[in-house]
């Protein structure tokens, strides 16, 4: 089967690799319908995640038909449309018990599918613990309409809900790319009395306007302004920060009004410093990611009510023979691209 490979620092190819088998009665082998890019791919590819391995296949965004489950695997059948949740979970454990996904201490717990473990940017992959990382596909929902499920969308829900956001508050989502967007989606869920977007792209803030014309967008120079001036209490209620630039990290706290949460759920090619001196008396609360994501049934039950929509993000696509020429469209921004599915 083809599989688009991480060969060597800086370095993808596409590649001829034996389709998976089932090596644990828990697994599930899962026939790729379609996949995407993620910035968390770019980074593997770059070195800022080191404990991705070389000769992985990369890609953890992905939607299939199961095709072979093993003898334990009792959610999911040969047959079912499925979409594959970006992190390896027991559910037995300490964390998986409390919610805490993305800290499963088994081996291959957390991160593993396309870092660790043979991903999505192929024709096949396995699926480790099945029943906990597959999930049914409901009949009125497309492959596009679920693509997002199990990683971008499950971030934004699981952010919007670990910064507690009420009606009265005004919410604070610093940038605009996939990540940031599927958060907007989760955040308006919640009816909050504005929700202000900070992107330094206007392309990406037009892409906001043109969709969801009852957010404030502002660029990173108007956002402290504008947030005091859409706060009654000097700062956002709520921040999520998923920039994942150095300046986006310190205008997340910089926005928050004193006793805010901030949520960051970017994924920074360094590391961050806060000033604490500066933001002494502050009394801010900080919750950082990775992604817990075990809501994709509650999500996909949105999508089929209508309440979630994701669709408009693709704008692109290519076959997976062609997943360089989308890479590079990707990774250098190109042609407006927001996110690109990869059809087999």
């Avoid at 596909?137 to 499950?154: C, E, M, N, R, Y």
């Amino acid at each position: 089967m083809l599989a688009y490979t991480y060969k060597d620092y800086g370095v993808f190819e596409l590649v001829e690799k034996e389709k998976p088998r089932l090596t644990d009665p828990k697994d599930a082998i899962v026939k790729i319908t379609m996949s995407s890019i993620c910035t968390s791919d770019l980074h593997i590819k770059h070195g800022s995640v080191p404990r991705a391995v070389l000769g992985t296949t990369v890609g953890h965004e992905m939607v299939g038909i199961v095709e072979q489950t093993g003898s334990q695997v009792k959610k999911v059948k040969k047959g079912d449309r499925v979409t594959v949740n970006v992190e390896t979970f027991c559910g037995k454990c300490f964390f998986c018990k409390k919610g805490y996904v993305n800290n499963c201490t088994d081996k291959n717990g957390g991160w593993a599918l396309g870092c660790r473990i043979d991903g999505a940017q192929a024709e096949y992959v396995r699926v480790p613990f099945a029943d906990e990382g597959l999930n049914k596909i409901p009949k009125s929902v497309s492959d596009s309409q679920a693509l997002f499920v199990g990683d971008i969308l499950s971030t934004g829900f699981w952010a919007v809900k670990i910064s507690e956001i009420k009606q009265t508050d005004t919410v604070l989502i610093i940038g605009a790319g996939p990540t940031g967007i599927c958060t907007l989606l989760c955040a308006m869920l919640k009816n909050p009395k504005n929700i202000i977007v900070c992107e330094k792209d206007k392309t990406r803030r037009d892409f906001i306007k043109n969709h969801y014309p009852d957010i404030i967008t502002v660029s990173p120079e108007e956002c402290i302004k504008t947030v005091k001036e859409k706060s009654e209490h000097g700062g956002a209620d709520a921040v999520i920060e998923a920039g994942g630039s150095e300046k986006s990290f310190q205008l997340a706290w910089q926005s928050a009004r004193a006793n805010a949460t901030v949520t960051i759920v970017a994924l920074y090619d360094k590391a961050m410093t806060l000033p604490l001196p500066e933001m002494y008396g502050k009394n801010l609360t900080f919750k950082t990611g990775g992604v817990d994501g075990c809501d994709c049934d509650e999500i996909l039950s949105l999508i089929e009510q209508g309440k979630i929509d994701t669709t408009p993000l693709i704008t692109h696509q290519f076959p997976l023979k062609d997943i360089e020429k989308a890479y590079e469209i990707f990774e250098q921004k190109l042609d407006n691209v927001i996110k690109i599915a990869i059809i087999n």
